[in-house]
């Protein structure tokens, strides 16, 4: 199964800017928009944006998400220390006999 | 936008069997596609299936064909993931997952072990 990379961690100080990488193979990420989430601990992971930059009502717009080719990016601005958790990057290919792909996670750190 | 309940997980030992639910209320599940996705403790996210939304289609991965079974009844609006032969290293939590990437469900647990 392909697989999404991300680095393991990051780190920022508060009301700095810092970003995740999502990098792939052009076909995977030819299948589609990448997806971004966030995950504090016990919870399920929250979308934070979709499509073309897309984010859910209530998701504030410090939150970003840009791509090319081969990568995806998360960016996150005015980082808070709420923002601290983990982050996975995801492409959903739902046509039939579809599946989804996941990165590994990245841990952001606040300091 | 609607919301997913999962049930069913639970305490199961290795070579075992057990099927999980997902209910949705808020919408109804009849025009999408639906995927399960697990994620063992401290690790990452790894889907698992999918059904069509007629439950016609159905894919899955590799580590779970013929193990794992996913169905569904619209008329309940409910989601389906029958588990057997399930391994210790298979301990997670299983999320249901709309087509689209969204909602989530809460998760349910699954914990092999004897």
């Known amino acids: 199964q392909s697989v999404l990379t991300q680095p393991p961690s990051v780190s920022a100080a508060p009301g700095q800017r810092v970003t995740i990488s999502c990098s792939g193979n052009?076909?995977?990420?030819?299948?589609?928009?990448v997806y971004w989430y966030q995950q504090v601990p016990g919870a399920s992971p929250k979308l934070l944006v979709f499509g073309h930059n897309q984010r859910p009502s209530g998701v504030p717009d410090r939150f970003s998400g840009s791509r090319s080719a081969t990568s995806a990016s998360l960016a996150i601005s005015g980082l808070r220390s709420e923002d601290e958790a983990d982050y996975f990057c995801a492409l959903w290919d739902d046509s039939l006999y579809g599946s989804g792909i996941f990165g590994g996670g990245t841990k952001l750190t606040v300091l | 936008q609607g919301q997913l309940v999962e049930s069913g997980g639970g305490v199961v030992q290795p070579g075992g069997s057990l099927r999980l639910s997902c209910s949705a209320s808020?919408?109804?599940?009849?025009?999408?596609?639906m995927h399960w996705v697990r994620q063992a403790p401290g690790k990452g996210l790894q889907w698992v299936a999918l059904?069509?939304?007629?439950?016609?289609?159905?894919n899955y991965a590799a580590s779970v064909e013929g193990r794992f079974s996913v169905s569904r009844d619209n008329s309940k609006n409910t989601l389906y993931l029958e588990m057997s032969a399930l391994r210790p290293d298979e301990t997670a939590v299983f999320y249901c997952?709309?087509?689209?990437?969204?909602?989530w469900g809460q998760g349910t647990l699954v914990t092999v072990s004897s």
């Open positions: 997952v709309r087509e689209g990437g969204w909602p």
């Open positions: 052009s076909s995977d990420l030819a299948r589609g928009y």
């Open positions: 808020g919408f109804s599940i009849s025009p999408y596609g």
């Open positions: 059904i069509s939304h007629d439950g016609v289609i159905k």
